[in-house]
């Protein structure tokens, strides 16, 4: 059974500087696995999808990376920006099926 | 850039009473799923649905839970008989394949309250 867990649970920086969230999971046999931002009281915006077959994924500031084999993810952000304040969840695949486990997250707060 | 279209953004019912919310998944989409967000919890997999019929569902899915694609476009989750442990955000999403090998794209979500 997958299970994710996030660390830290929270987190409070000053603009500019460089973070990193980590995402943890049980299950490595997963073909991908995919961050995403959620706003207060919306919906989830995908961030980047990482496949197995991949280590790394970068979109603009943000850089993911994936290690099956020791079940962990890490999204970095560089030059943390107040507009960044969100809850980040990672969420990977249970197994080889089609439906998807999502951490708690990691609140982050970017202070100007 | 292609969206999954979610209405009514916020609905509220009373104890009791069905409601039926509504998605419009990526048009070239085969799989479609309904996921809920009670406050300040995780998110959680309800139900997966393909070619017409679920290809997976939760303990949380029980018989006062149904889904349905009306049509070519729409996909519905219907709650038979609202409990106030009911109320959350509901997700839908949708991925090309099975396996989500070009993600996951999920709408911005119903909040549903049941008073």
């Known amino acids: 059974k997958q299970e994710v867990t996030q660390i830290p649970a929270a987190l409070s920086v000053p603009e500019g500087e460089n973070l990193v969230l980590n995402c943890s999971f049980t299950?490595?046999?997963?073909?991908?696995l995919q961050w995403f931002r959620q706003d207060p009281g919306k919906g989830l915006t995908s961030l980047l999808l990482?496949?197995?077959?991949?280590r790394e994924q970068t979109s603009g500031r943000l850089n993911a990376s994936l290690d099956k084999s020791s079940g962990r993810s890490t999204l970095y952000i560089a030059a943390s920006q107040p507009g960044d304040s969100a809850t980040y969840l990672c969420?990977?695949?249970?197994?080889?099926?089609?439906?998807?486990?999502f951490g708690a997250g990691t609140i982050l707060r970017v202070k100007s | 850039e292609p969206e999954v279209t979610q209405t009514p953004s916020h609905q509220v019912t009373q104890m009791g009473q069905e409601v039926i919310l509504r998605c419009v998944p990526i048009?070239?989409?085969?799989?479609f799923y309904w996921y809920r967000q009670i406050l300040g919890q995780k998110v959680e997999f309800l139900v997966s649905?393909?070619?017409?019929?679920?290809?997976?569902k939760s303990e949380i899915f029980d018989d006062q839970f149904s889904v349905e694609r009306p049509d070519g476009s729409n996909f519905t989750l219907k709650i038979r008989s609202t409990k106030l442990e009911d109320s959350a955000m509901y997700f839908c999403a949708s991925s090309e394949g099975m396996t989500g090998s070009s993600g996951y794209t999920f709408g911005s979500g119903t909040r549903l309250t049941v008073v």
């Open positions: 649905f393909y070619n017409n019929e679920i290809s997976e």
């Open positions: 969420a990977a695949p249970s197994g080889y099926g089609n439906k998807l486990v």
């Open positions: 048009s070239n989409h085969l799989y």
């Open positions: 299950d490595s046999a997963i073909y991908n």
């Open positions: 990482i496949q197995s077959s991949q």
